[in-house]
């Protein structure tokens, strides 16, 4: 027993990392049993790890490094998202404009643009294929650049992908330590982030490039800390340019620019050009791909996330079964549309009647207005959590690193052929969440924000 206690943080460093290891070699999505044993077992390591007062910043820093590194060479097991990837990052490289093309179209000519463009479409999937891509442009960057390295090698592009995504993070936390010590938050609250299972499997293992997304967002705030708003919408466009999830964050500024400035109009004058910097950014970074079908393409392939998928819904699956009991069929077409208004509204309320006069009240609100996006969204893919996790390390709230945990229930749906969820499971997870978010929310003493 002391020699476990002495040596405790090795042991599970190593521990974690054979998890890690047969995680990414030697798993499938359709092992729902190994996927949840493994999944325990190494949010098990990350608890305790994290609880351990002794571990330096500096050695939490290497394992998060190193357990990444454990998937450098693995492909993605999880999601299949990663072939669309590869196939517009070849697109660009052949000088062809992937907004404006469907590789189903391709296909279905015997028409091959790009390198392995059959093994690609097979494995992106008829589904995917068939729609637009709907990837905003410095992501499309980061797919030409696997494609400039490796456009022979499908593995060869998953590495270099995997590279960014692990620098991305590594960037995450360089500025939320910095964020963090501004804030005078506990620096170590950066690793429920960093050192979080889920968030090395699903971005780091699966490809998906939130990280990088984060990694310009957390820049922005910590450049708006510092009163570089300038500095702060061209990131916050960047960020934008990856995933477009940070759009919904925009209103949410006006009490940081209007009422924290002692001149009302001076600082409407701020903020108009916050906006109009990152707006103009934003479009300056989608210039290279524009075309009279870009906007045309690009709106109908977000807007099928509203009217077409379905998954891990909460709230939509309720609304949906009542609906079932009036109209019988297609609820979602209804129900899509209403989501965006509450979202909207729920945002509004909170950009006009909750302070976000300093940057923490700014992030709780930031948190919550996601937070609300997502119980309502009729598709919520695990990943998507990932933005939650890193704007509740500078809150006091964690029913984020709880839903990273529980979320792992929503793949017991690729157990099943055909898929099909478990809606048992799902209202399991969402029990779960929605009885300690209640509680951390509406019922712990909290301290105020300041």
């Known amino acids: 027993m002391s020699f476990f206690k002495k040596h405790s943080s090795i042991i599970l460093t190593l521990v974690s990392v054979v998890l890690y290891f047969l995680f990414a070699y030697t798993t499938e999505r359709t092992e729902f049993n190994k996927l949840l044993f493994l999944w325990i077992s190494l949010f098990t390591c990350y608890f305790v790890l994290l609880r351990d007062q002794q571990l330096s910043f500096a050695y939490l820093t290497r394992i ?9 060479f693995a492909t993605p097991n999880l999601s299949q998202d990663f072939y669309r990837f590869i196939w517009d990052g070849r697109m660009i490289l052949e000088g062809l404009n992937p907004y404006l093309t469907l590789p189903q179209t391709f296909i279905e000519q015997n028409n091959y643009p790009i390198n ?25 960057l980061c797919f030409f650049i696997a494609a400039l390295f490796t456009k022979n090698s499908i593995i060869g592009s998953i590495i270099v992908m995997r590279v960014l995504i692990i620098l991305a ?21 950066i690793f429920l982030y960093i050192l979080n299972p889920f968030v090395i499997i699903e971005l780091t293992g699966n490809l998906h490039f939130e990280p990088v997304m984060l990694f310009f967002l957390v820049w922005s705030i910590y450049t708006l800390q510092q009163h570089k708003w300038f500095l702060a919408g061209i990131l916050l466009a960047c960020s934008i340019s990856v995933k477009l999830i940070p759009l919904l964050f925009l209103p949410l500024f006006f009490q940081w620019f209007v009422k924290g400035d002692i001149s009302t109009l001076k600082g409407f004058k701020k903020l108009v050009l916050f906006h109009l910097t990152t707006i103009f950014t934003v479009f300056l970074l989608f210039l ?18 509203f009217r077409n998928f379905e998954f891990n819904a909460s709230f939509y699956y309720v609304a949906r079964e009542i609906g079932y009991l009036f109209r019988g069929y297609n609820e979602i077409a209804i129900i899509g549309k209403i989501i965006p208004v509450l979202t909207i509204c729920f945002l509004l309320m909170l950009t006009f009647f909750k302070k976000n ?6 992030i709780v609100s930031m948190l919550l207005t996601l937070s609300c996006y997502y119980f309502l969204t009729t598709t919520m893919h695990p990943w998507y959590i990932a ?15 709880l839903w990273s945990f529980v979320v792992i229930l929503s793949y017991q749906a690729y157990a099943n052929s055909p898929w099909k969820e478990n809606l048992w499971l799902i ?4 029990a779960l969440l929605y009885t300690y978010f209640i509680w951390e929310v509406f019922i712990k003493r909290k301290p105020t924000q300041n």
């Not at 939320?176 to 506990?186: C, F, H, T, V």
């Open 427 to 430: 209202t399991l997870e969402y």
């Open 116 to 140: 392995q463009a059959n093994e690609l479409y097979k494995g992106m999937g008829v589904l995917n294929g068939s729609h637009y891509t709907n990837y905003p442009p410095i992501n499309q």
């Open 169 to 189: 993070d590594i960037g995450i936390l360089y500025f939320g330590k910095k964020l963090l010590e501004r804030l005078q938050l506990p620096v170590k609250n």
């Open 387 to 401: 933005t939650l996790l890193i704007l509740s390390v500078c809150t006091q709230y964690r029913y984020a690193v």
């Open 288 to 305: 290279p791909f524009y075309s009279s079908e870009l906007i045309s393409n690009y709106t109908n392939s977000v807007g099928l996330w």
């Open 357 to 362: 006069k300093s940057v923490k009240q700014l």
């Open 64 to 72: 998060a490094v190193l357990f990444r590194l454990v998937f450098l």
